[in-house]
């Protein structure tokens, strides 16, 4: 074989080489659906089921009701805005559930690890003498999955269902979870910055405090 033929046949592998490489690397970074939920849009969104579907699964988490109307007037952005309870039948006036008392509100996620790691934080909290009520907001979720991590966790806070995104559009909730709020009595809403999980039932304590 000459020179020229050697060199030319070594041009050709390296050029192949290099293509190749160039489509793994396409192939490894192409967007990829995990999750049914994804599968439309290619972005979280949440799961539709109904109350017979989560039946099963609110069973074994066992019966997590949400809170009732305080009978105070709602106001603020959370005024009027309504959401399917995740733990128990039927649905919650959110506005009217923490109307005229200081609220803390997490927004989370079953596929959220930092969320996972929060939520018992969020328990121990809201269990102390004296906390104040804590909802928490489960968006782009499946339900079951939702009911499923609380059960496995053991967490027994009430939750509603961001079905249509209106809590979200509400609270302005940005895209990385979780995301907590102060819910002030008079209904204004401030979110927790910076947006570090929670550790402990004292951090919560402490925001809580700051932001009330």
């Known amino acids: ?31 990829r659906d995990r999750d049914p939920a994804t599968r439309a ?7 539709q089921v109904s109350d017979a579907d989560l039946a099963a ?7 997590i009701p949400c809170p009732a109307p305080t009978g105070a007037a709602p106001a ?8 399917p309870c995740l733990g128990a039948p039927g649905s ?3 506005g009217a559930a923490l109307a005229g008392r200081p609220a803390l509100i997490n927004v989370w996620a079953s596929w959220c690890v930092p969320c996972r790691e929060e939520l018992p934080a969020l328990a121990e909290y809201a269990a102390r003498p004296g906390a ?12 079951r999955a939702a009911l499923s991590l609380l059960g496995e966790l053991g967490v027994e806070l009430p939750s509603v269902i961001d079905t249509d995104g209106a809590l979200r559009a509400a609270l ?17 809403v401030t979110r927790v910055d910076p947006p570090i999980p929670f550790r402990t039932a004292d951090d919560v304590a402490a925001a809580v405090e700051r932001l009330s």
Do not use: N
């Not at 849009?41 to 799961?47: A, D, I, K, L, Y």
């Not at 104040?132 to 782009?140: K, N």
């Open 1 to 31: 074989m000459t020179h020229e033929l050697r060199v030319r046949r070594s041009e050709i592998i390296a050029t192949v080489l290099v293509a190749l490489l160039a489509a793994v690397a396409v192939f490894a970074l192409w967007p």
């Open 41 to 47: 849009t290619g972005t979280m969104e949440q799961v």
């Open 57 to 63: 699964a609110r069973a074994a988490a066992g019966a």
């Open 76 to 83: 603020g952005p959370l005024a009027g805005v309504t959401a």
């Open 92 to 94: 919650v006036d959110v």
């Open 132 to 143: 104040v009520p804590v909802l928490t907001i489960d968006t782009r979720d499946d339900p």
């Open 172 to 188: 302005d909730v940005p895209p990385a979870l979780p995301a907590s709020y102060v819910v002030r009595a008079d209904g204004t």
